[in-house]
C-alpha cells in the first residue's frame, strides 16, 4: 500500500519540500534593487550599457544566494532527523487526531539512564503517555511490513556548492530513500495517516532543512 507520504524511490530529483521557500526567492534588497534599476531603464535616465551590467551583477548576487540557501537545504537532507524531531510529528499526530490532549509543545526529552536520551509527552493521562511512547519506537524500528510509510531523501555528506546549484536548479539526485513506518493507531484510516504524514512534513522533513 502506498503510504500517505510515499515518493517514488526512482525519483529524477529532490522536490523542495513544502514550507521550505524556494532558494530563488528574491532577496529583498535585491528585489528593490531591481525595481529602480528597471524605473531608471524606463525613464531613460540611466545609459543602457550601464543598466545592463547593474542587471547582469543583480542576477549573479542573486544566484550566489540561490546556491547558498540550495546548499543549506541539502545540509539538512544530509543530516538525519533528531529523536526530538520525530517524537514531535508523533506528538502532533496524536493531538490532531484526538488521541492526546496535547501535541509536540508537550515534548520533553529526558536522560534514559544508560547515558542516552528518551522522549516523553508531560502532564497527560498515563495512557496517552503509553500510546505516544509505543507510536513513537514503531517510527524509529525498522519497517517490518508492508503497509503506510513516510519517507524522506537522503544525500551523502560532505556537501558543497555544486549539490547547491544542482538543487537550486531542480537537478539534485538523492543518494537513497530513508522509510519509516507510520505508527498502528494512526494507520487505522486514510485520515488518521495523512494527519501524521503532515506531521512529518512539518517536523521531520522541513524541521531538519531548517536546522
Known amino acids: 500500500m502506498s503510504g500517505p507520504a510515499r515518493r517514488r524511490p526512482d525519483a529524477e530529483r529532490v522536490d523542495v519540500p513544502g514550507g521550505w521557500p524556494s532558494p530563488w526567492r528574491p532577496h529583498p534588497a535585491l ?26 551583477t543583480l542576477l549573479g548576487i542573486q544566484t550566489t544566494v540561490a546556491v547558498d540557501r540550495g546548499r543549506r537545504a541539502v545540509e539538512g537532507l544530509a543530516r ?3 529523536l526530538d524531531e ?3 510529528a508523533v506528538a502532533d499526530a496524536l493531538q490532531e487526531t484526538g488521541l492526546s490532549p496535547r501535541g509536540a509543545e508537550a515534548v520533553r526529552v529526558v536522560p534514559d539512564g544508560s547515558g542516552g536520551h528518551r522522549c516523553e509527552l508531560d502532564r497527560v493521562p498515563a495512557a496517552v503517555a503509553a500510546l505516544f511512547t509505543t507510536a513513537l519506537e514503531e517510527v524509529v524500528a525498522p519497517v517490518a ?8 531523501w537522503v544525500v ?13 536548479l531542480g537537478l539534485l539526485r538523492p543518494d537513497g530513500e530513508v522509510r519509516h513506518g507510520v505508527p498502528a493507531v494512526l494507520r487505522t484510516t486514510d485520515e488518521r495517516a495523512q494527519t501524521f504524514a503532515r506531521a512529518w512534513e ?3 522533513v522541513t524541521g531538519t532543512l531548517a536546522r
Do not use: C, H, K
Not at 525595481?35 to 543602457?48: E, G, R
Not at 555528506?157 to 544542482?166: F, I, K, T
Open 86 to 88: 520525530l517524537a514531535r
Open 80 to 82: 538525519s532527523p533528531g
Open 31 to 56: 528585489a528593490a534593487a531591481l525595481v529602480v534599476v528597471v524605473v531608471a531603464f524606463l525613464l531613460n535616465v540611466t545609459p543602457s550599457m550601464l543598466i545592463a551590467i547593474v542587471v547582469g
Open 145 to 152: 511490513e508492508p503497509g503506510y510509510v513516510v519517507t524522506r
Open 202 to 204: 512539518r517536523w521531520v
Open 156 to 168: 551523502a555528506a560532505p556537501v558543497d556548492n555544486a549539490q547547491g546549484l544542482r538543487y537550486a
